[in-house]
């Protein structure tokens, strides 16, 4: 309360007790949809693999395009994030009676080897909310009946100021590699150190990581720390090993056309991100 000149008494409210800031801000809503020519789509696709890999990141992403996927190779479903209901009665209140496309994050792709290997890329950014549904979407498109010895890969990078460790580190060095699995996994020795403590991991690639360990399904994790996380030539490179080691040596052949596709690749995206300096 307080009291004016004149003696009046007024109520005062402080802004952290406002009801308007109490409202939970809506997050928009993650879906996989799958990519067809028919009209109809549906939500929770379903896909026979017998390894996946999740590509988390700019540079994850370009790696599995280019190394592993053969071009051209069409998406067969998209991870799209559809608008809260507050956008469509906006449209209605100023008029407008379209819907609001909804924004594509990654793809989906089956490679042409029996269809034995399912590519989830998702070079985004997504929300910590969005990451935690998407990682339980991710295993419902996968067909459970493959699941009698199933194998994830994921792949992500992170920013060289993230990577904490008590040894000795040189200053000078841009690129760490390091490797997490699930306790259920078993499938060949890695040649990565381990991710040390206290480092921590969040956002899509430890959200389908605990995934893997709450469903019991062998899953390993390779993070590089680099000095930039946009796509580089040595920072995409910097993958390149982990096909000559199990998991990967077991499913994925090696593809003679990689580093034309990778030039193709960056050379697309740099125009996609045009000249900074214009």
Known sequence: MMATFFGEVLPVFSRAVVDDEDEDVPVPEVFIVRETTEETTHDHPSFDCQLLVVAVGPSASTFVEAYILSRPLLPVASVQVRGSDKDDTDDQLSGLKFRKQPTTLGHFYHTHLLDKVLCCVVPEKLLPEQSTTLGEKIFS???RTCFTKPVVIILTSLHMCEYKTQKNFDEHQSIVLRALHSSTYTTGRLNQPYLEQPNTLSGLAAAVLSECEVREIPGVLFVCYTDMLDSDPSHVQAFVPLLEQHPFKSFV????????NLKN????????WGNLYM
Do not use: F, K, S
Not at 253 to 260: K, Q, V
Not at 265 to 272: A, E, G, K, P, S
């Open 141 to 143: 498109c996968v067909n």
């Open 253 to 260: 052949t090696p593809n003679e056309e990689a580093e034309a």
């Open 265 to 272: 690749l960056l050379m697309q995206r740099t125009r996609d």
